[in-house]
């Protein structure tokens, strides 16, 4: 066996007397340090110890049993001979005073003879003692020190069945001192093995998975030159073919990186090429996407663009009026029409063409869409503001000058809207909203085809203005106040109210819904109104059930609330804090609110259904809602607008939706209501189609009182 050099050095050194130096034992003890870092063979090495560990062992348990048989067998023997010899050479019968000597002088502690029909006995009692000629150590043995035997009639020379208790206080420390010999052995053995098997295994494995593992890391972090580290296996066995398939791998490796370079090449030029191409291409987009493609006029986004950052210098120093100015061609779609396209694009070019004389810089005028430009005008200097509409005048007269397009002759009749700066608005986006506005104002009148947006319109956002300040004093105050309105089933019957928002204003009395709901949604104040109208309801209704009201309360909720995650959680809240059935309240919700966000709505749905509180699709038809959408809405009740019950039973086309309507809402299970019943005609056609609740005038009109204990059918 080859030993590491560090462990022959070692031997030679102690054959030669000098013991180990330390160079040898650093050597050595970095041998072993190698080995145990080596899992491979750190494992091999504790599954060799274990093995020799565990063969030995099973070896000597049996060792064991049969040393321990045989040390009790030695002191039956000798008490055997004992008593032979006492038998042998009494005078006489037997006594017990003789048997006494025979205790005196032998290992034995008790003895008893059969002699006749009588047990002659002398020292200690025999209890349970074993047959002589079976397995010792399996005998019981008293205090662990003495052994019970028995010998049966005819055995010996004589007649006498003898049964002894024999001292055996040695056997247990011969039995220790026999088992610490073997164990010792064994673990010597054990350790003489072990050691050969590292020796062989940094041999064997080691040694050579080391230099391969070392030549594959240098492999690894050198991936550009993998030839440099083939080397001729050093041997014939597995290892052997695992550096030749190493190699074989390098070599591969070569040939594949020759092929990858070479790719690398070709991709860095195909890039190259492929950035000139993305340049180009970004730069026709940025120009598609500022400018338009038929006038070559600047777009909206680029128009709005410009003028922002000419307000932004302007506010710097005083700079000369300015007015954003846009035009609409009056009839464009009737010239297509007739003349077709071509002919409507080249009257288009040469608007913008003319437009383009009056921009000082590119951007200040735009194809704002369609037939509709963008002028971003300056007076000039030698002009005071007073002259900005005889300019803007020169623009349209410029304009208007007939188009001749192959042979033909088209007149341009321009309409325009202005918006002065700051006047009118202080950015892009105001200026050029106002200015349409303006623009659309004068192509609705005959005679002034130049509408600036200073007129009537500021009176409108005053209004405006004014009515979104009454709207927050009057929540502040509570100038709001709910009516009800009276829902009946097919007996007549009353089975709920639907609560109706009214505002009375301090000065104006009574203001419709249809005035302040629609501002309200928009500046998001329906929430707190929302919010105020549920609470109110809540505490009706808990009123009407303790006076004896079985119904339910209806109370729309609008978009703007359908959008609050915690809508559910507030309407809970109210209920709780009132202590109303979930069941007596239930939601309208339009099918335009529905759809804004189906996802969102869906989840708030299902929170209020897991709440209790029922659910109806209010205006029902006259939005845009989708069958699968609504499949799953878990809605209980479905409400007919009135737009299709003020026609019947007259009108065939609302009789066939509002049968569709009924039969629809009944085979997705849900029960159908229908508003603005005015007539007995209009009702008795609904009863008999199927309808399952009546609402309108005819039945009822919106009151502040709403339910009276002794109000139980409609009269």
């Known amino acids: 066996m080859r030993w590491p050099a560090g462990m022959e050095a070692g031997f030679d050194g102690a ?21 145990v870092a080596c899992r491979l063979c750190r494992n ?56 006494e000597h025979l205790l005196e002088s032998s290992r034995l502690t008790g003895i008893e003879l059969m002699v006749g029909d009588q047990w002659l006995r002398a020292g200690e009692a025999v209890r349970e003692p074993g047959d002589a000629l079976g397995r010792l150590r399996d005998l019981e043995r008293p205090e662990g020190i003495r052994l019970e035997i028995a010998w049966r009639e005819g055995q010996w020379l004589g007649d006498y069945p003898v049964r002894a208790r024999v001292d055996v206080t040695g056997v247990s420390a011969e039995l220790t001192a026999f088992v610490a010999r073997i164990s010792g052995l064994s673990l010597l053995i054990a350790i003489f093995v072990t050691i050969v098997t590292m020796a062989v295994v940094d041999r064997m494995m080691l040694s050579p998975l080391l230099r391969l593992r070392s030549r594959i890391i240098q492999a690894g972090t050198d991936a550009e030159h993998p030839l440099s580290y083939v080397r001729q296996p050093e041997r014939c066995d597995e290892f052997g073919e695992v550096e030749g398939a190493f190699n074989g791998m390098l070599k591969q490796n070569a040939s594949y990186l020759n ?21 180009r291409t970004e730069q026709e987009l940025e120009i598609r996407s500022l400018y338009d493609q038929l006038t070559g006029l600047a777009n909206r986004n680029l128009f709005e663009e410009r003028i922002t950052q000419y307000l932004a210098e302007a506010g710097k120093h005083d700079a000369a009026a300015s007015a954003l100015v846009v035009f609409g061609l009056d009839e464009f779609q009737a010239l297509n029409g007739l ?22 810089e590119p951007g200040f005028v735009s194809r704002l869409g369609g037939d509709v430009f963008g002028l971003w005008f300056t007076a000039r200097e030698d002009k005071p503001e007073v002259h900005l509409e005889a300019d803007i005048a020169d623009v349209i007269s410029a304009c208007t000058a007939p188009v001749q397009v192959g042979g033909f002759s088209h007149e341009c009749h321009i309409s325009a809207g202005v918006a002065v700066a700051p006047m009118d608005g202080s950015d892009a986006e105001t200026l050029l909203s106002h200015a349409e506005i303006a623009m659309h104002r004068a192509k609705k009148s005959p005679d002034q085809k130049v509408q600036f947006f200073a007129s009537d319109f500021g009176e409108q956002i005053q209004r405006h203005q004014t009515l979104v300040r009454d709207l927050r004093t009057a929540i502040e105050h509570r100038e709001f106040e709910l009516h009800y309105q009276p829902q009946f089933d097919r007996l007549r019957r009353c089975v709920g109210y639907e609560a109706l928002l009214r505002w009375r204003h301090p000065a104006d009395g009574l203001v419709s819904p249809a005035d302040f709901v629609p501002v309200a ?53 109210i209920l709780q804090s009132h202590n109303l059935a979930p069941d007596c ?52 009740r479905i409400k007919i607008d009135r737009a299709f019950v003020i026609g019947l039973p007259d009108n065939e086309q609302d009789e066939v939706l509002c049968r569709t309507m009924i039969s629809m809402a009944h085979s997705l299970g849900c029960e159908v209501i229908a508003e603005g019943v005015e007539t007995e005609a209009q009702a008795s056609w609904l009863l008999t189609s199927g309808c399952d609740e009546l609402q309108g005038f005819l039945l009822g009109r919106p009151t502040p009182e709403g339910y009276r204990s002794s109000q139980s059918i409609a009269r």
């Open 15 to 35: 054959r030669e007397g000098t013991g180990f130096g330390r160079t040898n034992w650093q050597s050595l003890m970095n041998w072993a340090r190698q080995l």
């Open 339 to 360: 003349a077709g396209h071509q002919a409507g694009d080249r009257v288009l070019q040469e608007v913008a063409r003319r437009l383009g004389r009056f921009s000082r």
């Open 585 to 636: 309240l239930e939601l309208e919700i339009t099918e335009t609110a529905l759809m804004e966000d189906v996802t969102m709505a869906l989840k708030i749905l299902q929170r209020f259904r897991a709440l209790g509180v029922l659910l109806a699709v209010d205006d029902f038809g006259t939005g845009y809602s989708s069958l699968a959408y609504l499949k799953a809405l878990p809605v209980k």
């Open 44 to 99: 091999l090495t504790v599954a060799a110890f274990v093995a020799i560990l565990v063969i030995e062992f099973v070896i000597l348990i049996p060792s064991y049993r049969n040393y321990e048989e045989s040390l009790l067998r030695q002191h039956a023997t000798v008490a055997e001979q004992a008593i032979k010899t006492y038998l042998a050479t009494k005078s006489g019968s037997v006594t017990a005073d003789s048997l």
């Open 521 to 573: 949604e928009q500046t998001g104040l329906i929430i707190p109104m929302g919010l105020w109208v549920v609470e109110q309801a809540v505490v009706t209704m808990k009123r009407w059930v303790e006076q004896g009201f079985e119904g339910r309360m209806a109370v729309n909720i609008s978009a703007r609330q359908l959008a609050d995650p915690s809508l559910a959680e507030t309407i809970e809240n």
């Open 259 to 279: 092929r990858l370079q070479s790719l690398n090449q070709r991709l860095d030029q195909l890039l190259m090429e492929r950035t000139r191409s993305l340049k």
